[in-house]
């Protein structure tokens, strides 16, 4: 006995793909949307010109009627107080003389009672709201054949006061059979134009589309004919106003993406230019070590191999610093409630052992306020670190470093201040630029700390300034005040209760 599969077996269809996922086409699109309304009142048209169409039949038709309804009611008498009718032998045949449809009339008196014509016929029903002496009209059957009926009450004698007019009723009926088919000959004439007409109105729709669309293909044929590397705007001249604003959007896109190859460029060529240094140094000092008997040279060739190490992972570590601050956006950055005053601390503890190797005092002061800001931790430690990092190497031995949070007018305020040489005026607008060193300078970096700096703090929204140090009094070593100050918190407007 066969045993059913398991379930892992059976045959599971693919899930559909989200409709969201769907390429659309825009052509597609238009073209849905024109020809659906046009082929949903096409049939509405058509109805309606049938219901036209029988109304403009029925007009001669009716005039006819009541023409032979006049015609009869004027032969209707009242001889002895009893209705009778005079209509003569040729009257009559000519009255019933259609070789379509079937006459019929009928002369009824002031009871009900027949008179003349056709006993068939049904008489009109609430004979009482229809005016005596006018031409009136309904539809009716006659001997289960649909018929339009014309009817008028005729007086035989004036009413006396109070009293109901004594008037006869004279009713002339045909069947519907010419009606229908002037009505179909009509509806021929109005619908079969329309059949030749829906298929050029169509081509007509299709060309116009595509004409209209024609430009959207010549601005695609024009981007696919550009170089590769050709990131220049695109002629918005040349588009229609519609379109002006997609090729200034792919305009600004092309700008952002040309500035950031560039400045991969620029990174990659300033990298490779300020390896070449270390690099070289670490070359020399290698081959002149393997040159060297005297164990004492060897050893100070491998201290400068070193060092030039050193300065290598320094400069390499600075770099990549550098594109990952240049290369997160503001939106790309994940922000977080970061406590200013514990980062501050915990980034100068990090620093206190080097601080021992310069000999200089290292000193924190924090806020007595908790000061809070949005803000990427990790970039945060990476500015503040770069900005201590270039205080301890240009003071001198037996000067001091300070690091302070404090808030000024709701503002978070970071400051790292030294007793070193100070930044002249005319120098302090280039030392955020890359590998910018100051003439005479003979600290050792690669002129990338500031830059960093300045880079992560754009990504906060942040300012920073360079000042002199306002507590230092050696005139050949003023010192330096970085500031670094971040803008205010939005203010959350609290609901009322």
């Known amino acids: 006995m066969n045993e059913p599969p398991a379930p892992a077996d059976l045959y599971q269809p693919p899930n559909p793909e989200p409709e969201e996922n769907i390429q659309h086409s825009l052509f597609g699109e238009i073209l849905d949307w024109m020809l659906a309304p046009l082929l949903l009142l096409w049939p509405m048209s058509i109805a309606i010109t049938y219901l036209v169409a029988k109304s403009i039949a029925n007009q001669p038709f009716d005039h006819a009627l009541e023409d032979s309804v006049t015609v009869l009611a004027q032969q209707v008498r009242e001889v002895d107080g009893v209705a009778?009718?005079?209509?003569?032998?040729?009257?009559?045949?000519?009255?019933?003389?259609?070789?379509?449809?079937?006459?019929?009339?009928?002369?009824?008196?002031?009871?009900?009672?027949?008179?003349?014509?056709?006993?068939?016929?049904?008489?009109?029903?609430?004979?009482?709201?229809?005016?005596?002496?006018?031409?009136?009209?309904?539809?009716?059957?006659?001997?289960?054949?649909?018929?339009?009926?014309?009817?008028?009450?005729?007086?035989?004698?004036?009413?006396?006061?109070?009293?109901?007019?004594?008037?006869?009723?004279?009713?002339?009926?045909?069947?519907?059979?010419?009606?229908?088919?002037?009505?179909?000959?009509?509806?021929?004439?109005?619908?079969?134009?329309?059949?030749?007409?829906?298929?050029?109105?169509?081509?007509?729709?299709?060309?116009?589309?595509?004409?209209?669309?024609?430009?959207?293909?010549?601005?695609?044929?024009?981007?696919?004919?550009?170089?590769?590397?050709?990131?220049?705007?695109?002629?918005?001249?040349q588009v229609p106003e519609e379109i002006s604003p997609l090729v200034g959007s792919l305009n600004d896109m092309l700008g952002r993406l040309s500035q950031t190859i560039d400045?991969?460029?620029?990174?990659?060529?300033?990298?490779?230019?300020?390896?070449?240094?270390?690099?070289?140094?670490?070359?020399?000092?290698?081959?002149?070590a393997l040159r060297q008997l005297d164990p004492d040279e060897i050893h100070r060739s491998l201290e400068q191999l070193a060092k030039s190490s050193e300065s290598a992972t320094r400069l390499v570590n600075q770099l990549l610093a550098l594109a990952r601050a240049e290369n997160q956006p503001h939106t790309g950055l994940a922000f977080e409630q970061v406590d200013l005053n514990v980062l501050a601390r915990d980034t100068v503890q990090d620093w206190v052992q080097a601080s021992f190797t310069y000999r200089i005092d290292l000193g924190f002061e924090a806020s007595d306020a908790q000061v809070v800001i949005d803000a990427n931790a990790m970039m945060l430690r990476e500015l503040l670190s770069n900005?201590?990092?270039?205080?301890?190497?240009?003071?001198?031995?037996?000067?001091?470093?300070?690091?302070?949070?404090r808030l000024d007018a709701q503002q978070a305020i970071l400051e790292v201040e030294d007793t070193g040489p100070g930044i002249a005026p005319a120098e302090r607008a280039h030392v955020f630029e890359r590998f910018y060193r100051i003439l005479g300078s003979s600290a050792s970096g690669s002129g990338l700390g500031l830059a960093i700096v300045r880079e992560i703090a754009q990504q906060h929204g942040a300012e920073v300034d360079v000042f002199s140090n306002p507590r230092g009094f050696a005139k050949k070593l003023p010192g330096s005040l970085f500031r670094v100050t971040f803008p205010p918190p939005p203010i959350i407007e609290e609901e009322a209760d």
């Open 84 to 237: 009778v009718s005079r209509l003569p032998g040729t009257a009559r045949d000519i009255l019933r003389a259609d070789d379509v449809d079937n006459v019929y009339f009928q002369v009824t008196g002031p009871y009900k009672e027949y008179v003349d014509g056709d006993r068939e016929l049904p008489l009109p029903d609430n004979p009482g709201r229809y005016r005596t002496g006018t031409v009136h009209f309904r539809n009716d059957a006659m001997n289960g054949t649909q018929v339009r009926v014309a009817f008028s009450y005729v007086n035989l004698r004036p009413a006396a006061r109070n009293e109901e007019p004594h008037a006869a009723l004279v009713q002339v009926a045909e069947t519907l059979d010419k009606r229908a088919h002037l009505a179909n000959e009509i509806i021929k004439g109005v619908i079969l134009p329309q059949f030749i007409i829906l298929p050029i109105v169509l081509a007509l729709v299709w060309f116009a589309l595509a004409r209209g669309l024609s430009p959207l293909a010549e601005l695609q044929q024009r981007i696919r004919a550009r170089r590769p590397d050709d990131l220049s705007p695109i002629d918005a001249t």
């Open 263 to 288: 400045m991969q460029k620029r990174f990659i060529a300033d990298a490779a230019h300020q390896m070449k240094t270390p690099l070289a140094g670490m070359r020399m000092q290698s081959e002149l």
């Open 387 to 405: 900005l201590i990092d270039n205080a301890l190497r240009y003071t001198p031995a037996g000067g001091s470093v300070t690091v302070r949070v």
